[in-house]
């Protein structure tokens, strides 16, 4: 089964970047849609962004539009968030998701088969 890694999580201050890492088990993530979500405590889960197995084809929740970039490499068989100019309301557990699409270019935050561990993101002064 698919496992996810997450890391590059920690405290900082507003304004301040963070870059997440999820490194994925297998070969073909080429063949994933990969998505961030994050959940703060007291609230729902919320998709973050997303990136299509094929194109790079990206969405972003319009909260981290303009602040977080979501990216690939699938030599490497990682994805990352940067996230720039980050606010308290950012802080959360962020989670790596993987959803099998083949060949897809197209991505969306709903349904997603595999999670990571999650990783805490907590922005404060």
């Known amino acids: 089964q698919l496992q996810l890694v997450e890391s590059g999580g920690g405290l900082v201050q507003p304004g301040g970047s963070l870059r997440l890492s999820c490194a994925a088990s297998?070969?073909?993530?080429?063949?994933?849609?990969i998505a961030w979500f994050r959940q703060a405590p007291g609230k729902e889960r919320e998709g973050v962004s997303c990136?299509?197995?094929?194109?790079?084809?990206?969405n972003y929740a319009d909260s981290v539009k303009g602040r977080f970039t979501i990216s690939r490499d699938n030599a490497k068989n990682t994805v990352y968030l940067q996230m720039n100019s980050l606010k308290p309301a950012d802080t959360a557990v962020y989670y790596c998701?993987?959803?099998?699409?083949?060949?897809?270019?197209?991505?969306?935050?709903?349904?997603?088969?595999?999670w990571g561990q999650g990783t805490q993101v907590t922005v404060s002064s």
């Open positions: 998701a993987a959803q099998f699409t083949g060949v897809g270019y197209n991505c969306g935050l709903g349904r997603y088969d595999y």
């Open positions: 297998v070969i073909t993530l080429n063949r994933y849609a």
């Open positions: 990136i299509s197995s094929i194109g790079g084809n990206t």
